[in-house]
């Protein structure tokens, strides 16, 4: 399983999205093409969810981040009524990931492994593509499908690249 070779052009990697076993074999095999890969806590830290981002980000080298900080932001308001993480943090993750030649990787995965009858399934992958559009204007978006198990990683079909906020930049999402 390899993931798509445009993915090497990037120092950073934060992965977002879809959870199980293709998102593994994605992060297993982003350590395979030379990044860092770090694997942050599912809870957030308590005062400043974006802290542990911040610092990772701060450091040197090629890095891929399996992070949560989105899926707080999807999930709070599906489980909660609220996300414990605010746009604004968001959008200054997206910009720092940006700024360290980086891009978010929002997983998505196949209908297949939907199960039938699954509302908050639905309503997260509704939220993220909502998520993943708005951070789109700040950051290199690519959406992968980690789909099936035994399937190879994909990019979806083709659809028009969108430029975003910096008119050099070409946001694929």
């Not at 998102?23 to 694997?39: I, K, M, P, S, Y």
């Not at 509302?119 to 559009?133: K, N, Q, V």
């Not at 099936?148 to 990683?153: D, L, Q």
């Amino acid at each position: 399983m390899k993931p798509p070779s445009s993915l090497t052009q990037y120092r950073t990697l934060v992965v977002e999205g879809h959870q199980g076993p293709g998102r593994t074999r994605l992060v297993a095999e982003l350590a395979h093409l030379g990044f860092e890969v770090r694997h942050l806590p599912p809870f957030l830290h308590h005062l400043d969810p974006a802290l542990p981002y911040r610092e990772l980000l701060a450091g040197p080298g090629r890095l891929a981040v399996d992070g949560h900080l989105l899926a707080e932001l999807v999930h709070g308001p599906l489980r909660r009524g609220r996300s414990r993480v605010t746009w604004i943090q968001a959008l200054d993750l997206a910009e720092a990931v940006a700024e360290r030649d980086g891009a978010m990787l929002h997983l998505t995965a196949t209908q297949h492994t939907a199960r039938p009858h699954d509302t908050e399934a639905a309503e997260a992958a509704t939220a993220y593509a909502r998520a993943f559009r708005t951070l789109a204007q700040h950051v290199p978006v690519v959406t992968l499908d980690v789909g099936e198990p035994g399937r190879p990683i994909r990019a979806p079909a083709a659809r028009p690249s969108q430029l975003g906020r910096n008119p050099g930049q070409l946001t694929i999402g």
